[in-house]
C-alpha cells in the first residue's frame, strides 16, 4: 500500500479567511441579486395550504389502511 503526500496550503487562516469572505459574498448576492425576486421567495402562503392539504390526505390515507387492516 502507497501513500500519496497532502499538500497542505500555507497559510490556512489566510484560506479560510478567503473562502468566508466569498460564501458572505454569494450569500448576500441571494438576498440582494435577481435571486431575490425570483419564485422561491414568493408568498409562502400557498406552499403552506399546499402541505396542510398533504398532510391531512396522508393522514386520512393513513386512517384508511389501518380501518382496512384491522
Known sequence: ???TPVDLP???VED???LNRDL???LNEMIRGEHASSECWSADRPMFIEGVLWSIFGATLWL???Y???
Do not use: C
Request: proline letters at 6%; hydrophobic letters at 50%; aromatic letters at 0%.
Open 1 to 3: 500500500m502507497t501513500s
Open 10 to 12: 500555507a497559510r490556512p
Open 16 to 18: 479560510g479567511l478567503k
Open 24 to 26: 458572505a459574498n454569494q
Open 64 to 66: 384508511l389502511v389501518l
Open 68 to 70: 382496512i387492516v384491522t
